[in-house]
Nanobody, 123 residues
Framework: QVQLVESGGGLVQAGNSLRLSCAAS????????MGWFRQAPGKEREFVAA????????IYADSMKGRFTISRDNAENTVYLQMNSLKPEDTAVYYC????????????????WGQGTQVTVSS
């Protein structure tokens, strides 16, 4: 079992950057695929990015490519989401998720979830 705790959210102006962190418990963190999702008010949860257990492969939603970077530090049991050039439409609650295998970008493909961290981008 994996427990996930996100941090790093906040209020920023458009064009600025934020780095989210997700701390995971459990000795098997390094064997899990990790993902980031986001959910804006009134909208469905949306895939942002994912990273394989080794960090060797990353996957991004098209709208985040070039602005967001996912990375992980298995020694620290932490996955990160670096968000640059933020836009007001990036405002959402951002969730960290984990699964043993990568099976797609749907939220239903991830077994474990954090509680989320709010990101608000002002114009």
């Amino acid at each position: 079992q994996v427990q996930l705790v996100e941090s790093g959210g906040g209020l920023v102006q458009a064009g600025n950057s934020l780095r989210l962190s997700c701390a995971a418990s459990g000795r098997t963190f390094s064997t899990y695929v990790m993902g980031w999702f986001r959910q804006a008010p009134g909208k469905e949860r949306e895939f942002v990015a994912a990273i394989t257990w080794s960090g060797g492969s990353t996957i991004y939603a098209d709208s985040m490519k070039g602005r967001f970077t996912i990375s992980r530090d298995n020694a620290e049991n932490t996955v990160y989401l670096q968000m640059n050039s933020l836009k007001p439409e990036d405002t959402a609650v951002y969730y960290c998720a984990a699964n043993r295998y990568y099976t797609g970008t749907s939220a239903g493909n991830y077994a474990y979830w954090g509680q989320g961290t709010q990101v608000t981008v002002s114009s």
